[in-house]
């Protein structure tokens, strides 16, 4: 069975760092996309990133050059590090997989999804 586990996540004050990661089992997902989408409070869930099989990355502008994604396939593992926090960075990440996404940014496009981890971000 597929599963996707995500973890990392904590309560950081604005300006500071966490790393996400997310574990995969269940499949080989070196052929796979990988992406991270996060879901605030009162809000739709949001594309953060994601990575193709390919290594190729898409950053949403609200990340850009703050945020990266990184994927180990020896290790079915994809990371997100996520540098100069602010607190509209505050949300429940979740990891998500693919073999064919089409929209890479759409979350409904993706089959397999983690649970959730939550980055609270301080003032």
């Known amino acids: 069975q597929v599963q996707l586990v995500e973890s990392g996540g904590g309560l950081v004050q604005a300006g500071g760092s966490l790393r996400l990661s997310c574990a995969a089992s269940?499949?080989?997902?070196?052929?796979?996309?990988m992406a991270w989408f996060r879901q605030a409070p009162g809000k739709d869930r949001e594309f953060v990133a994601a990575i193709r099989w390919t290594g190729s990355t898409n950053y949403a502008d609200s990340v850009k050059d703050r945020f990266t994604i990184s994927r180990d396939n020896a290790k079915n593992t994809v990371a997100l590090q996520m540098n100069s926090l602010k607190p509209e960075d505050t949300a429940v990440y979740y990891c998500a997989a693919d073999l064919s996404p089409g929209i890479i940014i759409g979350a409904v496009n993706y089959d397999y999804w983690g649970q959730g981890t939550q980055v609270t971000v301080s003032s």
């Open positions: 269940g499949g080989t997902f070196s052929g796979y996309t």
